[in-house]
């Protein structure tokens, strides 16, 4: 990590022991590289205390795999109560599961759960966390704590949405194509614009509100759907519910996936529900590969109801060779990496250093996990 975060984490660690300004949210730690600037990682909704470290002869223990000097230094600096014992996978954290109270999630095992009595937190580094709940033994466990990285991606991935739908909509790949060939052909590619159209968020979670300011900012009709019905934010035209889906499809010319995958949201966008879509509408998908019927995706390109899909995920994935979705120029494909940035690192960094100052301290940690909702 470069020297110049760690100074931000003092720097959060101070602004965040003392007395908050009165318009700050309670849910945005305070970046003091700016004063009128925040970082919006992590929220405190489900909040919840994991630990009285009063209650605990000795030191609190959190495994980890991160092995960067940089950010050990100010994760421990943030906590100076807690053992931070890093560098661990799943085989080597098994071996210290039974003093550990806090634990990166993706070194969690069934064995790892058998052996460990006193864990009561893990941490995902990802939003979605449908991999670790179906964990035997973590799930139904009472007392063990699942935080995420909600909050953490949104910028990176949101930009991602963009960069798809972008090539998509500009009819970019011919043009790759006439590049290679060292061809100057204007006409290569179709090409439509973004303005004036409509943009369905399904899921307007964290990464869902970046990829909404950037369709407003794109001069498109900004439709989302939420699971509890609030007001819309300023750059949103009308935010719904579930109940609401089919009436915004049949409005949609770009819809982008943001759901988290559970059992409600599993094939979600089916035959029917594509066949909703306006004609000649583009489908992104950043957040689970099942959340889309691949068959049916592949039928509404076929037929030309659909224009284009960008997907960052995929049903199967990874993707295997051969798949009828390589190879389509209706069709661009990234490895599930949407979310790798530098941004994303540092902003992961920080909500790591903030859960860990909470945990030291018996305060409620943020991006408490439902694990009923399965998010």
Not at 81 to 90: A, M, R, Y
Not at 196 to 208: C, E, P, S, Y
């Amino acid at each position: 990590m470069p020297p110049r975060l760690i100074v931000l984490f003092v720097g959060l660690l101070t602004c965040l022991t003392a007395c908050a300004a009165p318009d700050r949210s309670a849910d945005q730690p305070v970046d003091p590289s700016g004063p009128s600037r925040t970082l919006d990682v992590g929220n405190e909704r489900g909040a919840l205390v994991v630990i009285d470290p009063a209650t605990v002869d000795g030191p609190l223990i959190y495994l980890t795999s991160n092995d960067d000097e940089d950010e050990l230094v100010a994760l421990r600096a943030a906590a100076p109560g807690v053992e931070i014992v890093p560098g661990l996978d799943q085989t080597s954290a098994l071996a210290l599961a039974e003093r550990a109270h806090g634990a990166d999630a993706h070194l969690l095992t069934e064995e790892f759960l058998a052996a460990a009595p006193r864990l009561v937190w893990a941490q995902s580094w990802s939003a979605g966390v449908e991999r670790y709940l179906a964990i035997p033994g973590l799930a139904d466990r009472e007392g063990l704590v699942l935080t995420n990285a909600k909050g953490v991606h949104g910028p990176v991935i949101a930009e991602h949405v963009f960069a798809l739908l972008l090539h998509l909509s500009r009819g970019l790949g011919p043009y790759g194509q006439a590049y290679e060939r060292g061809a100057w052909e204007r006409g290569a590619g179709d090409s439509t614009s973004l303005a004036g159209r409509t943009l369905l968020v399904a899921g307007m979670g964290g990464i869902g509100t970046e990829v909404a300011r950037r369709a407003h900012a794109f001069d498109m009709e900004v439709l989302a759907t939420v699971r509890t019905p609030r007001d819309a934010p300023p750059f949103v035209d009308q935010l719904g519910t579930a109940d609401d889906l089919d009436a915004f499809l049949a409005r949609t010319d770009v819809l982008v996936i943001c759901l988290p995958l559970t059992d409600e949201t599993r094939g979600l966008f089916d035959a029917r529900r594509l066949g909703l879509l306006k004609p000649g509408a583009f489908v992104v998908n950043i957040a689970r590969g099942g959340i889309l019927d691949t068959d049916a995706l592949l039928a509404a390109l076929d037929s030309g109801h659909l224009a284009g899909a960008g997907l960052d995920v995929t049903d199967p994935e990874p993707l295997p060779a051969g798949h009828r979705l390589w190879g389509r120029e209706d069709v661009l494909v990234t490895p599930h990496m949407a979310g790798r940035a530098t941004l994303t690192g540092e902003r992961r960094a920080v909500l790591q250093v903030e859960n860990m100052r909470r945990f030291a301290r018996g305060e409620p940690l943020l991006n408490v996990v439902d694990r009923q909702a399965g998010y």
